[in-house]
């Protein structure tokens, strides 16, 4: 009897608890429609008073959207245990975590509708003002140099990856169109296009801005048995065959030749054709380990015998090739080189030439899959998927030159990310002073407006929000300001974004159901998809601020020298020591190369900056020569400029008609170099000091000046800590800052959250 009542009771008792949760999700979302109709009140308010409500209307129907997902989530409590069990950090919690979601995106849409309304009422109330923001037609946008424009003004456009193509979800998160290409179209060895694709592409319409997607993963099963079983290789990259064997090029030339033309002029491929997914062709071992490094792999003969023909050029003579490698050799022909290269030669003379070799004969492949696509389409433009890590990390195994693959590209092309909270693994050295991991982004986009400074930066796989490694369902929404903010005014015009792996039902997408980057990702994060969109939407109010920091001159460069790079083993981790210093000083900050130096103008910079860059070509030095021939400066330290590519000392530089000035500390060279700018009068007038709890600075700025002759000033803090800032102006002792999202005038004393943008215009009073 007793037991029966307890079981009773227990029954009751969860019963209770069950419908309890009904009746919460119920009200939640009971509240939030309520909330869309309130915001839809104020809209319709304001409308008779011209007030642009782009952002409301965005925010309804993210609103919407998520509301709906939290419904799929609600009932689908184990697929969603399935996905969280597949993360690191959320396994242990997973159904948990499964059971609270669809409520957590209810709360978290109900947030964002609060804000949307209070932000609305304080300009209904007169106490904010809002600039308009342009509702951009994707199908108007014209790619010009380096800007997209719509309506006479410059724009910067946002879409996902994966997103169906809806009305509903194309109107306010991104209508970016595009097609999708893959060898494996070619379906006869008389080049033969797979009818239903060369259908599907004549009959689709000019469509909106957008970008042909060139894949690598699959070949056609007639090309494996014309080129033998060894053409398709590195299987688990985004490259899978051969890029040597001269099959891949009659495949590619018989797939562009159908296709290109169909394609050429029309605007769905006006955003360029992306030349490759994420290239990477690692080609080292590490003996002390068991297995390959990631991606790495070995090389075909096609591979080989390329290098031997690499490397009579190079040296000429096969006595000078024995002389350097310490080898005895009869001919090149004779040359034998183990691939995958153990790690262990890194600094010797095989070493850097395998690895300047695989650099150049990927960036010869690229080379020619542009020209046979601008073969049939004069005016394409080609970009690469580049993960800019291959060059602000210190490897240079993998066969990415960054430098020439941006200048052969028409289109800043790479996927850009920045790391913010792990999912696994120790603390990494960024975490103890900044928000999040911005080297990547700074620094690389940095270097790859150096190299194109006229051209659109386009981000075609965006991971600022998650990657299979930084992920947090609890994100700050203000991150996804502050990565945004930053990036656009960094020079990023366009991104693709990681990424919308859900169907319009909410339901997770059949590409995604066992994706470990699925859970706790932005599709699940109301307000970090929304902050986005009204991130993108103030960056367009105030394009022509944020497209004069892009465009701002670089005046300090840091020279970068490949051949260092590839021979040793920590050279970008020493290059960041003097960019970091540099970074938070309000000064644009550029690199130089010696093919930068030799194309372009030496007076778009003031001083070259050399630090830790013991090993340089002959090149290298004769340009660096040739810049302080023609009245140039340098400032460098003890241990630059000592050894050519293999290690052999090299004659000094001299002055020539420039100056030689010699400094060792990062801190020794940020100070000299910025009395350099000081003295030239190139440094702001406006001045930010800084105080936070760690002890390096953590608020990245940049100033411009705007039509009426005032001083923009914009304010990231990347730093893990609260910032109190004390901004100045020179030759002002009264000066107001007006927030221009706000339309208010605020502190010039403020105190910056992490991730908190300040972005405002510095008024003088009289």
């Known amino acids: 009897m007793k037991k029966h009542y307890f079981f009773k009771y227990n029954f009751i008792l969860a019963l209770c608890m069950l419908l309890s949760g009904v009746i919460f999700s119920q009200d939640l979302e009971k509240e939030a429609h309520q909330k869309i109709k309130t915001l839809e009140k104020l809209i319709t308010q304001v409308n008779k008073k011209n007030i642009d409500v782009l952002k409301e209307k965005t925010t309804i129907r993210t609103a919407e959207i998520f509301l709906r997902f939290a419904n799929w989530d609600e009932k689908n409590v184990d697929k969603n245990t399935k996905s969280f069990s597949l993360v690191n950090s959320y396994k242990k919690e997973a159904i948990k975590m499964a059971e609270d979601l669809a409520n957590f995106e209810r709360n978290d849409v109900n947030l964002m509708l609060d804000k949307a309304i209070l932000e609305l009422q304080a300009i209904v109330d007169k106490k904010a003002f809002r600039k308009n923001s342009p509702n951009v037609d994707w199908s108007k946008v014209t790619v010009d140099n380096d800007q997209l424009t719509f309506n006479n003004r410059p724009v910067f456009l946002a879409d996902y990856t994966w997103k169906p193509n809806t009305k509903e979800l194309n109107e306010f998160h991104g209508n970016q169109d595009g097609f999708f290409l893959t060898p494996s179209y070619v379906i006869k060895e008389n080049g033969t296009i797979n009818p239903r694709k060369l259908d599907e592409l004549q009959s689709k319409p000019d469509g909106s801005l957008g970008f042909i997607f060139m894949n690598h993963k699959g070949v056609p099963k007639w090309a494996k048995e014309k080129y033998g079983p060894n053409f398709s290789m590195r299987e688990?990259?985004?490259?899978?065959?051969?890029?040597?064997?001269?099959?891949?090029?009659?495949?590619?030339?018989?797939?562009?030749?159908?296709?290109?033309?169909?394609?050429?002029?029309?605007?769905?491929?006006?955003?360029?054709?992306?030349?490759?997914?994420?290239?990477?062709?690692?080609?080292?071992?590490?003996?002390?380990?068991?297995?390959?490094?990631?991606?790495?792999?070995?090389?075909?003969?096609?591979?080989?015998?390329?290098?031997?023909?690499?490397?009579?050029?190079?040296?000429?003579?096969?006595?000078?090739?024995?002389?350097?490698?310490?080898?005895?050799?009869?001919?090149?022909?004779?040359?034998?080189?183990?691939?995958?290269?153990?790690?262990?030669?890194?600094?010797?003379?095989?070493?850097?030439?395998?690895?300047?070799?695989?650099?150049?004969?990927?960036?010869?492949?690229?080379?020619?899959?542009?020209?046979?696509?601008?073969?049939?389409?004069?005016?394409?433009?080609?970009?690469?998927?580049?993960?800019?890590?291959?060059?602000?990390?210190?490897?240079?195994?993998?066969?990415?030159?960054?430098?020439?693959?941006?200048?052969?590209?028409?289109?800043?092309?790479?996927?850009?990310?920045?790391?913010?909270?792990?999912?696994?693994?120790?603390?990494?050295?960024?975490?103890?002073?900044?928000?999040?991991?911005?080297?990547?982004?700074?620094?690389?986009?940095?270097?790859?407006?150096?190299?194109?400074?006229?051209?659109?930066?386009?981000?075609?796989?965006?991971?600022?929000?998650?990657?299979?490694?930084?992920?947090?369902?609890?994100?700050?929404?203000?991150?996804?300001?502050?990565?945004?903010?930053?990036?656009?005014?960094?020079?990023?015009?366009?991104?693709?974004?990681?990424?919308?792996?859900?169907?319009?039902?909410?339901?997770?997408?059949?590409?995604?159901?066992?994706?470990?980057?699925?859970?706790?990702?932005?599709?699940?994060?109301?307000?970090?998809?929304?902050?986005?969109?009204?991130?993108?939407?103030?960056?367009?109010?105030?394009?022509?601020?944020?497209?004069?920091?892009?465009?701002?001159?670089?005046?300090?460069?840091?020279?970068?020298?490949?051949?260092?790079?590839?021979?040793?083993?920590?050279?970008?981790?020493?290059?960041?020591?003097?960019?970091?210093?540099?970074?938070?000083?309000?000064?644009?900050?550029?690199?130089?190369?010696?093919?930068?130096?030799?194309?372009?103008?030496?007076?778009?910079?003031?001083?070259?900056?050399?630090?830790?860059?013991?090993?340089?070509?002959?090149?290298?030095?004769?340009?660096?020569?040739?810049?302080?021939?023609?009245?140039?400066?340098?400032?460098?330290?003890?241990?630059?400029?000592?050894?050519?590519?293999?290690?052999?000392?090299?004659?000094?530089?001299?002055?020539?008609?420039?100056?030689?000035?010699?400094?060792?500390?990062?801190?020794?060279?940020?100070?000299?170099?910025?009395?350099?700018?000081?003295?030239?009068?190139?440094?702001?007038?406006?001045?930010?000091?800084?105080?936070n709890s760690v002890d390096k600075k953590g608020c990245i700025w940049r100033v411009v000046k705007n039509d009426a002759g005032n001083s923009v000033l914009s304010i990231v803090n990347v730093g893990k800590t609260d910032a109190t800032l004390k901004i100045t102006l020179k030759g002002s002792e009264n000066i107001t800052c007006k927030d221009i999202i706000k339309g208010i005038n605020v502190s010039t004393t403020p105190t910056l959250k992490p991730n908190e943008v300040y972005f405002v215009e510095v008024i003088s009073k009289k």
Request: proline content about 4%; charged content about 25%.
């Open 236 to 691: 688990d990259t985004y490259t899978a065959y051969d890029i040597d064997n001269p099959g891949a090029r009659e495949i590619q030339t018989k797939l562009l030749e159908k296709v290109v033309p169909i394609m050429a002029g029309k605007k769905y491929s006006k955003l360029g054709y992306m030349l490759v997914n994420e290239p990477h062709f690692y080609t080292y071992t590490d003996a002390k380990k068991k297995k390959l490094p990631w991606a790495s792999g070995g090389a075909s003969q096609f591979t080989i015998e390329k290098f031997k023909i690499w490397l009579s050029k190079k040296h000429q003579n096969i006595a000078t090739l024995n002389s350097i490698w310490n080898s005895n050799f009869k001919d090149f022909n004779d040359v034998k080189i183990e691939i995958p290269i153990d790690i262990s030669l890194q600094g010797t003379p095989i070493w850097f030439d395998w690895n300047s070799f695989n650099m150049d004969r990927v960036t010869d492949w690229y080379g020619f899959l542009k020209s046979e696509i601008t073969k049939h389409d004069a005016t394409a433009k080609v970009h690469l998927k580049i993960m800019p890590n291959l060059w602000t990390d210190n490897q240079r195994a993998h066969g990415i030159d960054l430098e020439a693959l941006t200048d052969l590209s028409g289109i800043i092309g790479n996927d850009s990310g920045a790391d913010h909270t792990y999912t696994w693994g120790k603390p990494h050295e960024w975490q103890k002073n900044y928000a999040f991991e911005w080297r990547e982004l700074c620094m690389g986009f940095d270097f790859m407006k150096s190299v194109s400074p006229n051209k659109i930066n386009f981000n075609s796989e965006l991971h600022y929000l998650s990657t299979v490694r930084s992920r947090n369902l609890y994100l700050d929404p203000n991150y996804a300001r502050a990565s945004f903010w930053l990036a656009h005014s960094y020079g990023m015009t366009a991104s693709q974004i990681w990424y919308w792996p859900r169907e319009e039902n909410g339901a997770i997408s059949k590409k995604a159901l066992n994706d470990k980057g699925y859970a706790g990702s932005n599709i699940q994060q109301p307000r970090v998809t929304n902050e986005v969109a009204m991130t993108l939407i103030d960056l367009n109010a105030n394009a022509e601020e944020i497209m004069s920091m892009q465009r701002q001159r670089k005046p300090l460069r840091i020279f970068y020298s490949k051949t260092t790079a590839i021979n040793k083993d920590d050279h970008m981790d020493q290059l960041f020591k003097l960019y970091e210093v540099l970074n938070f000083e309000g000064t644009p900050l550029g690199f130089v190369t010696k093919d930068i130096i030799k194309k372009q103008d030496s007076k778009n910079w003031d001083v070259v900056l050399i630090y830790n860059t013991p090993f340089v070509t002959n090149d290298e030095i004769i340009e660096l020569q040739n810049y302080l021939n023609s009245g140039g400066k340098i400032i460098i330290d003890t241990k630059s400029l000592l050894k050519n590519e293999y290690g052999k000392s090299i004659a000094n530089l001299t002055s020539g008609k420039g100056e030689i000035i010699k400094l060792n500390s990062t801190d020794e060279i940020k100070s000299k170099a910025i009395s350099i700018l000081k003295d030239k009068k190139l440094y702001p007038e406006i001045a930010v000091s800084e105080t």
